[in-house]
């Protein structure tokens, strides 16, 4: 089962900040917070990670809070292609020591005109 | 970033029969997975597709419905066997580790199988 729990939809005006909320409570010492988007009819796309300090990067930026429970992923100017379902998951570091990922059902985020 | 390619993109099968989908990386890569995306649900982890060695199943899935092969480091082939519609679905590889890719799995764009 996967390990996060997200909102099933949430809408978001075009140029506005999204702000995607995940609760993790029982997230481990040793796990990573990743995120990844899925465009219909699209493989999903990797967009962040992030163990404890906050993250950004060209896509979005990642919140992880103090006690590590739970997370946002904040996309600062969302635009109708970033209409996806967003998947927070949780997982032990990558690379060679590669953790699978588990999908939850994510959060499905409409950005409208 | 790694790149990756699968055949066939879909196809349409009648029950009681096999299909092969391959996934192919454009570089060396540690560790391939293939996942199973039923229509309006989210993705499950069918295997982790070993290089040299059986694959390892998730709960569910068994070798005999879902042999995977990978004989390198850059091909792995899920084969769908004896059909049902049950398994119509979309189905994807992904990659991880190696030059092109740490600490970020990357998707292919999945097959998209129908059974009649």
């Known amino acids: 089962d996967a390990k996060t729990t997200q909102p099933p939809s949430m809408d978001c005006a075009e140029g506005r900040a999204a702000n995607l909320p995940c609760n993790h409570s029982?997230?481990?010492?040793?796990?990573?917070v990743y995120w990844y988007r899925q465009i219909h009819s699209q493989g999903p796309q990797y967009i962040i990670h992030?163990?404890?300090n906050n993250e950004t990067n060209e896509m979005a930026s990642l919140i992880i809070t103090e006690d590590r429970k739970s997370s946002t992923l904040i996309l600062p100017h969302a635009t109708l292609r970033d209409t996806a379902v967003y998947y927070c998951?949780?997982?032990?570091?990558?690379?060679?020591?590669?953790?699978?990922?588990?999908f939850g059902q994510g959060t499905e985020l409409s950005v409208k005109p | 970033s790694a790149v990756i390619s699968q055949k066939p993109s879909r196809d349409i099968c009648q029950r009681g029969t096999s299909l092969t989908i391959q996934c192919q990386v454009d570089?060396?890569?540690?560790?391939m997975f293939w996942y199973r995306q039923q229509p309006g649900q989210s993705l499950t982890l069918i295997a982790t597709?070993?290089?040299?060695?059986?694959?390892?199943?998730e709960s569910g899935f068994v070798i005999d419905k879902f042999p995977i092969s990978r004989p390198n480091l850059t091909f792995s082939t899920l084969t769908v066997s004896n059909m049902s519609p049950e398994d119509s679905s979309i189905y994807l590889c992904?990659?991880?580790?190696?030059?092109?890719?740490?600490?970020?799995?990357?998707f292919g764009p999945g097959t998209r199988l129908t059974v009649l």
């Open positions: 998951i949780v997982r032990p570091g990558g690379g060679n020591q590669g953790g699978k990922l588990i």
């Open positions: 570089s060396q890569v540690t560790m």
């Open positions: 029982t997230i481990s010492g040793n796990e990573y």
């Open positions: 992030g163990l404890k």
């Open positions: 597709a070993n290089q040299g060695s059986e694959a390892t199943y």
């Open positions: 992904s990659v991880e580790g190696g030059l092109a890719s740490y600490n970020e799995q990357f």
